[in-house]
Nanobody, 125 residues
């Protein structure tokens, strides 16, 4: 199983980035998929999650109305569109897969079974 995150980079405040995560999961459409981030010196935190079908999404308050999570169950990818970026969004972003089996989406880090390697997003002021 492999989750490959990409799309990070350096952007000015107010700019946009789109992160992508390619998954080699045989039954990708049975996994809830999440994005987490870890800023320097801080713990990894939840950012967004999307249900296995794509019908349900949830965001942490600080990114609501700025970030959008989506998935393509044919291409086995999950994306995070990030707009109006702020310096406090600077972090390594990780995609993760929750072997949901019809469980509800979760923001709990320990519930996720597989993790990508992370991609660095740096927002300059």
């Amino acid at each position: 199983v492999q989750l490959q995150a990409s799309g990070g980079g350096l952007v000015q405040a107010g700019g946009s980035l789109r992160l992508s995560c390619a998954a080699t999961l045989r039954t990708f459409n049975s996994y809830n998929m999440g994005w987490f981030r870890q800023a320097p010196g801080k713990e990894r935190e939840f950012v967004a999650v999307i249900s296995s079908s794509g019908g349900v999404t949830y965001y942490t308050d600080s990114v609501k109305d700025r970030f959008t999570i989506s998935r393509d169950n044919v291409k086995n990818t999950v994306s995070l569109q990030m707009n109006s970026l702020k310096p406090e969004d600077t972090a390594v972003y990780y995609c993760a897969a929750d072997k949901a089996k019809l469980r509800p989406i979760t923001t709990t880090l320990t519930r996720y079974d597989y993790w990508g390697q992370g991609t660095l997003v740096t927002v300059s002021s």
